[in-house]
């Protein structure tokens, strides 16, 4: 088998298996094929986004994966070097077919006219359609130089924005979120095996079958309780009780033993500290620690309804199934302040930032006033409503601006008093005359 190496890059996620030739045995060819890998020629390999599938297939075949040696950007200027290679040939090309147009043309620049009924007639027909033909391929040929051209320029531009550090920011959010999908199956697994564990320990067979019957084919916040077809089996007698406990016990067990999912995880995992090490040194939390920091940080990474609590000085973190298997073991984790701390950077994690406060929002009078409306300074005169009255305005045609300043808010909302109805009338500041008065904070300023 001319199976040269198998290469994983974290840059784009991408498995590669390089060949040498230009062909790969049948065998090989058709797993390869039913693994959805692409073959690119030019290149000499076949690639695919990874899956633990597609891994242990490339592990079978060529022994183990390395690391690419090549990265994006390198890649991404030798593919432009491949286009701009191609549109210098369609130019050749297009040259090629306008010079042999032209020397049609020359023959036919004598000035005589196609004679009708003449030995000449066909020949100076075809010459007139071939040169047609070849001005065409010329033009088609031309535009399709601009083409390649534009996609070199998108290639290394597409590499660029993947190396933007607001880009890997996003990207690592998406991967978090992945991670979270796999570990609430594993967390699904966990409660599901609780939930028949107890009804099975249930010795009265009257309440069991009941409480069976009830939660079997039932729908929780994490998913369903059982296989898709339990409740229609135990409803038509296909099962009996006891068949559905250990069938769903069995079910929720492969859950939470899901080799996919756990290898996806760690795979997750893995990528996660690259892309936070491009990104730079994570910052330690010098903040107070406390119940919400921990929790947050705990549910960010799959904690399923994480519960946190200082005892003895420890902040111990706790949930109803087991912790994820990068933040601990069991369903307990109890640290100090310090160690928390040390957990987060160890994982890359960084506390959020407070969000700012919203300024206030002030009722006072006013003869106009300046707000701030689609990022411009709007001047509006002030009106007087009631609670009621201000809500009777639907929706679209009522709200909240802050202020020229920036240090307050007020309410706006459409004229309800204009002749005009809709989205026509005017926009003015609303002064609700059975709400709490705030002094003016124009005065304020003057």
Known sequence: MNISKAT???EDNKLRLYIDGDRVGDDAYEKLSEHKFNWAPLQKLFWAAWSPGREDLLCDLAGEIVAEETTLLERAEAKADRLEALASKRERESEAFVLASNRIAERMNMGQPILVGHHSERKARKDVEKAKRLIEKANEK??????WLYRAEGVERHANYKNDVGVRQRRIKTLLKDLRDYQRRINHGFICLSLWGKLEAIDDIEKRDLLVSSYVGAQLKTGATSPNGYYSLLSKGGMTTDDVISGALKWAENLTC??????SIQHLLNRLGYERYMLGETARYTGTVNATVIKGFAREHGTHDPQCKKVEGQWVLSSSVPLPVHLGDGEALSMSD???CDLMVSIGYEVPLKKAAKPPILNFKADELKV?????????RQIELSKSQYSDIHSDYRGVKPSECGKYRVKICKNPNSAVEGWRAEWVCVFLTDSKVHPSPLETVA
């Open 8 to 10: 994983y890059s974290p």
């Open 142 to 147: 031309a535009s399709s130089v601009s083409y």
């Open 258 to 263: 899901n080799e996919y999912c756990s290898r």
């Open 338 to 340: 310090s160690e928390w």
């Open 372 to 380: 701030m409306m689609w990022s411009e300074t709007k001047t509006l």
